[in-house]
């Protein structure tokens, strides 16, 4: 059964630090990788999306790489502002579901506090 | 805005009561889904929808039943909840079932049964 756990659960780091998120998942055999980020009280909001044969993948700041392999993924903040605290979510979907976008298995989180 | 509007945003119920929650995509996508987030756990997938046909029943308790008129709505029927039944119900859609694209989440329904 995949299990898909983020490291840590908080973060808290003074603005214009960059960062590095960690997601790990058990089973190899993924359709691919989504990161998300989700504010207090709100739904979800993908940033982004690695189909499983890519490496990286980058939108501005951010920057996700994967490694099916070992089963891991990290996201990295570059210049973080106070506007990116918010809670981050990795999720996987599997390919013995024919590449289910929608059964993805998610993380917990992790809950990102960027102080001014 | 990410096209997927979900209402009541909050809905209080008493254990005995018949409620629904509803959710409606103008993003012309052909699959949704309702997912469910408990306080300490992560996202849980409850149910597919794809091309309004049911396609995932993620072993969901009868108390929640769902509804897909069309493929622009859908809608979870609740009666008869239990105090831990209480979560963010998030319904998303996507393009299709299979087609490893993005998911659009809708902001949720905070549901608190009492």
């Known amino acids: 059964k995949q299990e898909v756990t983020q490291i840590p659960a908080a973060l808290s780091v003074p603005e214009g630090e960059n960062l590095v998120l960690n997601c790990s998942f058990t089973d190899s055999a993924i359709y691919n990788l989504q990161w998300f980020r989700q504010d207090p009280g709100k739904g979800l909001t993908s940033l982004l999306l690695?189909?499983?044969?890519?490496r990286e993948q980058t939108s501005g700041r951010l920057n996700a790489s994967l490694d099916k392999s070992s089963g891991r993924s990290t996201l990295y903040i570059a210049a973080s502002q106070p506007g990116d605290s918010a809670t981050y979510l990795c999720a996987v979907s599997q390919t013995n579901y024919g590449g289910s976008q929608g059964n993805l298995i998610f993380g917990k989180g992790t809950k990102l506090s960027v102080k001014p | 805005e990410t096209g997927v509007t979900q209402t009541p945003r909050h809905l209080v119920m008493g254990m005995t009561n018949k409620k629904s929650l509803k959710c409606e995509q103008h993003?012309?996508?052909?699959?949704m889904y309702w997912y469910k987030q408990s306080a300490k756990k992560p996202l849980e997938l409850m149910f597919v929808?794809?091309?309004?046909?049911?396609?995932e029943n993620n072993s969901v308790p009868s108390r929640f039943s769902p509804e897909c008129p069309n493929s622009s709505h859908l809608f979870l029927h609740l009666h008869t909840l239990q105090p831990e039944d209480s979560a963010l119900y998030l319904c998303?859609?996507?393009?299709?079932?299979?087609?490893?694209?993005?998911?659009?989440f809708g902001e949720g329904s905070w549901l608190t049964v009492v």
């Open positions: 993003l012309g996508h052909n699959a």
């Open positions: 690695i189909q499983s044969s890519q």
């Open positions: 998303a859609s996507s393009q299709h079932w299979t087609d490893g694209n993005t998911i659009y």
């Open positions: 929808y794809n091309f309004k046909e049911q396609t």
